[in-house]
């Protein structure tokens, strides 16, 4: 009996066909909950049974977007079976993204630091 060999880093490849065909039908939908949406990126699990797809919205309510998309999960995953060439499509969970939430929060400390700093050299000793 024949194995058939594991072909390197196609989960890797199939999550980044995934976000990449994801973001386009994700811009045809007509729910107005959904803002300006960024994929960041599209976990899969092993037996391609699951997908998390992580979002960040630069418009618009994160909460209310990542209902609208999980509700829009069958729709999207039905229009992916039309696009992949793969015998199992994910059933997709959407994850709000929160890493340039935190990177925008992280920068403004960090000038309130430094504008601090600025401060604190300026004035003189007494």
């Known amino acids: 009996m024949r194995h058939k060999r594991a ?24 729910d107005p909950r959904i803002g300006m949406v960024t994929l960041s990126g599209v976990e899969v699990t092993p037996d391609y049974a699951h997908a998390k797809v992580f979002f ?3 418009i618009g309510d994160p909460a209310g977007t990542q209902e609208a998309l999980n509700e829009a999960a069958g729709f999207l995953r039905n229009g992916l079976f039309k696009r992949l060439q793969i015998h199992t499509v994910p059933t997709l969970h959407f994850q709000f993204d929160r890493t340039t939430e ?3 929060e992280m920068n403004s400390l960090i000038s309130q630091a430094n504008a601090q700093r600025a401060l604190d050299t300026d004035e003189p000793n007494d």
Request: no cysteine; charged share 35%; aromatic share 4%.
């Open 7 to 30: 072909i390197p880093n196609r989960s890797f490849r199939v999550a980044d066909q995934i976000q990449r065909d994801l973001a386009e039908l994700i811009r045809e939908l007509k």
């Open 102 to 104: 935190r990177a925008a």
């Open 56 to 58: 960040s919205v630069l």
